[in-house]
């Protein structure tokens, strides 16, 4: 693995944003499978260390725009596990208060400019974002997530487009977690999809989204030079679904095999491979690592625990926020 | 009072409040030096330079994109939306990132952002460049909408809907760039849900958005010379809508007409009537009428288009009818 952050604290707080995306997720799919969760999610599990890479990259004042399969950003991000399960469950202490759920989760205090369940709507915003940086004078990054099925959009060739004609600070994330749905990558994307980038001139990177350190390392540098102004740039991230398309998407096999879901799990798994490497470099002891997981996972069974039991937001909530200056919308 | 143009009232809001708040900037396509094909912004680059006044490639869901963007981020955009028929383009960033991200975020998030873009047929251009498509839009929960009558009031509406922190579509008929009204020198807004009763009457009520308005004056002016006293009421804003005012008067008059350029079937006309039937119904004397643009794509050829709208002599002869008790069965 290529090192990057050079101290132990930022390998350990990488390695504890992974487990903590894992564990999100592992409760995210027990509350479906339980039918405590209202309607569906779609899971990150397998790709942490691409939104972790990244996020850590970033200040807390450069923004991100997230998608359907958003719990991951939203944790990178810098959420907490009890907004974000009161979210999920539609409780008034979510951080949309409820309105939002599974597919719009994000802590918008934390730059964090919405999850998008229109694959690639927000690649417009995430330019916006960008725009606004550049005519205020703010050095702030944006980094757009999306997945390679988003890549057939065409709303994405159209900002690009500006954003490279305006040297916009905008990073372009396609996470390529090989299916666009139930159908795999290569069906969809024809040729290359960085080169897509490329045709506008846009430096675009290709990395293996399933190693934090490779992807942290090359965000850095982009972010850094994207501060400067030299931006756009594009990253595709090479990684993997572990879940279905959604939670419900469980008989797989006429789309991709288990052998190759079996592969990705134990040969490439990101969590895995990151925490031989701590322990091979003396970071942190196995004993260390134990520790901090069955931590993580005591602070999400609190938070579940205390999701379940919040309360609904009051029915009165219903026509509030549709505008900024009508309090209810149809009173 | 001095008398200026729409195009030029428009044109003094923007550069207003361009210089009030440096956050104000334009995009869309030509309008810098090119002004727009309509010129309704000539001298705005001048001013305030490209950085401020942003010309586009011609990509209409992007741009609306970033400008969606722009606004969640600490910018407000003016989006310039060449032609009304080009809204089916953008309707995804318009009505589902645009019209949502405030409720979505339970609050969090703010979109102040001006749509300016047209209505109106009879310029002899066809069927998609002649639509009146603010129905489409006001059917969204999320979104303001202005239907600016005269010079006057498209100064005074933009200035409002450019502080405004909703999005907000505001649409200028084309038709009525040159046409001149007294407009103040000094600064005005015009409050949004405050409909304008333009001339008072007890015999029956005109209630008419956008260039109706004119027509429905006429109208009243032919009514007049028949001893029909037509009072007529222009919304300024279908929403939010003022039904106090429109209320009120048919409470008097015990008859209305609607008359709105955009097609007729499920549109403004019968939004309104509806609402009139709903909290009126005990105090009409008669079914109130819906007048609309027929329900065909916009003709080209003159001799189709001029009877595909309102007009005067029409609105007048049915204001007799509903005044005689003759029950009307709209086309």
Redesign the interface.
């Known amino acids: 693995m290529a090192k990057t952050k050079t101290n132990t604290e930022d390998y350990l707080r990488m390695y504890r944003q992974m487990v903590r995306i894992r564990t999100f997720e592992d409760n995210a799919n027990q509350l479906y499978l339980s039918a405590k969760m209202p309607g569906l999610t779609h899971m990150y599990s397998g790709e942490e260390a691409v939104a972790v890479g990244i996020c850590e990259a970033l200040k807390f004042t450069d ?1 991100i ?1 997230s998608t359907h399969r958003g719990h991951g950003h939203c944790v990178a991000k810098g959420a907490e596990f009890k907004e974000m399960f009161c979210e999920l469950l539609g409780k008034e202490e ?7 759920g599974s597919m ?1 989760i ?1 802590d ?2 934390n730059g964090n ?2 999850a ?1 369940a ?1 694959v690639g ?13 550049k ?2 004078g703010k050095d702030d990054v ?1 980094v757009c997530f999306f997945g390679d099925g988003a890549t057939a959009q ?2 994405m060739y ?2 690009m ?2 954003a490279a ?1 305006w040297n916009l600070p905008v990073i372009y994330a396609c996470e390529n977690n090989g299916y666009s749905e139930y159908t795999k990558t290569e069906e969809i994307a024809a040729g290359s999809i960085t080169a897509r980038a490329e045709a506008f001139g846009i430096e675009a990177h290709q990395v293996d989204g399933q190693d934090v350190l490779a992807v942290n390392a090359l965000t850095q540098k982009l972010v850094e030079r994207a501060r400067k102004g030299e931006g756009p740039f594009f990253l595709e991230l090479m990684t993997y679904r572990y879940h279905g398309h959604h939670v419900g998407d469980i008989n797989r096999e006429y789309y991709r095999s288990k052998d190759e879901e079996k592969d990705w799990k134990e040969n490439r798994d990101p969590i895995i491979r990151f925490r031989t490497w701590l322990v091979s470099e003396g970071v942190a002891t196995e004993d260390e690592i134990e520790a901090m997981n069955a931590e993580i996972k005591k602070d999400a069974e609190a938070a579940v625990d205390y999701a379940l039991n919040a309360k609904y937001p009051d029915v009165s909530e219903v026509d ?7 309090k209810h ?1 149809l009173a | 009072m001095r008398e200026i143009t729409l195009s030029q009232a428009v044109n003094e809001a923007l550069a207003e409040e361009m210089r009030r708040d440096e ?1 104000v ?1 334009i995009i869309g396509e030509d309008v810098a030096e090119a002004g727009t094909p309509f010129k309704v912004l000539s001298g705005l680059v001048e001013e305030f330079g490209t ?2 006044v942003v010309d ?2 011609i ?1 209409e ?15 407000r ?1 003016v989006v310039d939306l060449m032609f009304g028929d080009f809204i089916y383009l953008i309707m ?2 318009l009505c ?2 645009a019209a949502k ?10 979109v102040p952002l001006v749509l300016r873009t047209n209505l109106g047929a009879t310029r002899r251009s066809a069927a998609q460049h002649s639509q009146s498509l603010h129905a489409l839009v006001a059917h969204i ?2 979104l ?1 909408v202005a239907m600016p009558s005269s010079a006057y009031e498209a100064k005074g509406l933009m200035k409002t809907a450019i502080r ?3 999005p907000v579509v505001i649409f200028e008929d084309k038709l009525m760039y040159q046409d001149k009204a007294p407009v103040p020198e000094e600064e005005y807004l015009i409050p949004f849900g405050k409909a304008n009763v333009k001339r008072e009457g007890s015999d029956i009520t005109l209630i008419a958005t956008s260039s109706m308005v004119q027509v429905a004056e006429k109208a009243a002016e032919i009514l007049a010379q028949d001893g029909i006293e037509a009072e007529v009421i222009d919304p300024r804003t279908i929403v ?1 809508l003022d039904e106090e005012t429109l209320l009120k008067s048919v409470r008097k008059t015990s008859r209305a007409i609607v008359i709105d350029e955009g097609h007729q079937s499920y549109g403004i006309t019968g939004e309104i009537a509806a609402r009139l039937n709903e909290k009126a119904f005990y105090h009409l004397d008669a079914p109130v009428l819906r007048m609309g643009a027929m329900d065909v794509p916009v003709p080209f050829s003159p001799a189709l288009e001029d009877v595909t709208v309102p007009t005067p002599d029409g609105v007048a002869e049915n204001a007799r009818r509903l005044m005689s008790g003759e029950m009307i069965h709209a086309a």
């Open positions: 923004k725009t979510g951080y949309c208060r409820g309105k939002g719009h994000a918008q205090s400019l919405g998008n229109i709507g927000s690649m417009g915003i995430a330019t916006g974002s960008a725009f606004t940086a005519m205020l944006t065409g709303l159209e900002v487009n500006m004609l509030m926020h549709v505008f900024t200056d009508i919308a | 956050r900037f950085g401020r586009t490639p990509a869901p992007g741009f609306m994109g970033i400008a969606v963007g722009a606004a969640m981020t600490g910018t955009p995804d960033q589902n990132q991200t405030h409720y979505m975020s339970g609050g969090k998030l703010n929960p999320g303001k405004d922190d909703n939010p």
